[in-house]
């Protein structure tokens, strides 16, 4: 079993940024890919950006060149760097993380984007 505790969402003004955190803990020495999710109200949700354990990482278009998703191994943690925030960027932001025995989710966190 692997837990998954998100942290850093928050009210921005457009234009602002946020950094998220999602700390693993539990079954952590087989996590696979980690990532971020967002879903927004009444839409389904959607991969934000993943990386592997190896380090690669995959974007959503509309996130490319503003977002930069990032890992720290030792401390199990994944972070989501969010630069130039758009009103459309509104939504609870979930992590992902997979393993061979199954795929887990933390509980979310708000972000929403306003003047």
């Known amino acids: 079993q692997v837990q998954l505790v998100e942290s850093g969402g928050g009210l921005v003004q457009p234009g602002g940024s946020l950094r998220l955190s999602c700390a693993a803990s539990g079954s952590t020495l087989r996590l696979n890919t980690m990532a971020w999710y967002h879903q927004a109200p009444g839409k389904q949700r959607e991969l934000v950006a993943g990386?592997?354990?190896?380090?690669?990482?995959n974007y959503a278009d509309s996130m490319k060149g503003r977002f930069t998703i990032s890992r720290d191994t030792a401390k199990n943690t994944v972070y989501l760097q969010m630069n130039s925030l758009k009103p459309e960027d509104t939504a609870i932001y979930y992590c992902?993380?997979?393993?061979?025995?199954?795929?887990?989710w933390g509980q979310g966190t708000q972000v929403t984007v306003s003047s």
């Open positions: 992902y993380a997979s393993t061979r025995s199954g795929v887990y």
């Open positions: 990386i592997t354990s190896g380090g690669s990482t």
